[in-house]
């Protein structure tokens, strides 16, 4: 996974990788692949990509599809097949929105920042095609041992996104 840095900060995503296969149209191999930093503090940033196999033979080479997308410890993701929006997988993000002034802690209930990105073929790379707040906090790390955002949310999820699509 590519490093990636804000500010004076450089991270290195090299922890406890994963990779799984994606169901991909048009016969080609695809996957979604993350890898994890840690400072060693109660946090950490996971970043994830969509790569492709792309040419033939000796010209063969994966190309990442996602812009940079991360997401903390304090998140959920999913990726989602649903071919009345696309052919193609969408990717599911829920980070949270920490609330300083409302004194909520790291682990705490929280606001969700929803994103679905979504493969546009005319560009070939996907695109941010939803980005929303829940409407209600959600538990953190404190209360379980994952956090739970997408599967309640999906249905507003898929109801935005099939408003917007032109399908």
Known sequence: MPDGSAGDVAYQFGLDPHSKPLNWPEGRTALIFDATFSAGGSGSL???????EDGSGSAAHLSNLLPYVALTNNSDEAVLNEPQISPYPLLLTADFIWDFKAGETHFSQHYFMIDAWQFDPEKDRYVLALSYKTAKKYNGLDASDSVSVLDPE??????RLRSLSPR
């Open 46 to 52: 996971t970043r994830y990509a969509i790569v492709r």
């Open 154 to 159: 999906r249905p507003e999820i898929l109801h």
